[in-house]
């Protein structure tokens, strides 16, 4: 059941039309949702309003400003320990290179040369294993295997783009 127009009138207390409280009084005898906020502001309105007690405010602008001093303070020992553990990660990553390139040059370009050429092997053998698995692959896949698994990573594509599209659009306007 759609409340939207209804609650909005609830809760605002504006000055509805005939027309317009004659569709509430309908909708009030068939939504108990609509019912019970109806009661709840009612008792909202007709409750006593107790005025604060003398000083209240400057009470609560100190302890605003200790609470926003506390938070500051957290926040920065949050941000050392943030950096201090940063650096801490980056130098135990960094320090065997580093000992390494200050202890000798030779042993570093060595290390260097041979990490290269690992990498481009690896990076040829892999190339090579994925040659012969777009080679081979297709023959092992019966057609409507590939059909479905297509038509699956097509129907997530299009979700993806349906929530990217969803959450990203800016809404225009007031809406009620």
Same mark, same amino acid.
């Given at each position: ?17 005939? #027309? ?21 502001? *009612? ?6 309003? &107790?005025?604060?007690? #003398? ?13 926003? &001093?506390?938070?500051? +303070? ?5 941000? %050392? %320990?943030?950096?201090?553990?940063? %650096? ?23 290390? #260097?040369?041979?990490?290269?050429? *690992? ?12 040659? %012969? ?16 698994? &297509?038509?699956?990573?097509?129907? &997530? ?8 599209? +969803? ?10």
């Amino acid at each position: 059941m759609n409340h939207q127009p209804f609650e909005g009138w609830l809760l605002n207390d504006q000055h509805l039309t005939p #027309a317009e409280k004659s569709e509430l009084d309908a909708h009030l005898r068939a939504c108990l949702h609509c019912i019970a906020l109806a009661e709840t502001g *009612l008792a909202l309105r007709s409750a006593r309003v &107790i005025p604060p007690q #003398a000083g209240f405010s400057l009470r609560f602008q100190e302890r605003l400003a200790v609470s926003r &001093i506390a938070e500051r +303070r957290r926040n920065l020992w949050g941000l %050392v %320990v943030l950096i201090l553990t940063g %650096v801490a990660l980056v130098g135990w990553v960094v320090a065997p290179y580093l000992i390494a390139v200050l202890s000798s040059p030779v042993e570093w370009l060595t290390s #260097a040369i041979s990490y290269f050429l *690992l990498a481009f092997t690896s990076m040829q053998a892999f190339s090579g294993v994925l040659r %012969v698995l777009a080679r081979v692959l297709p023959d092992f896949v019966p057609p409507y295997l590939w059909m479905v698994m &297509i038509s699956a990573l097509a129907g &997530i594509g299009l979700l993806w783009a349906i929530s990217i599209w +969803r959450f990203a659009r800016v809404p225009r306007g007031v809406s009620v």
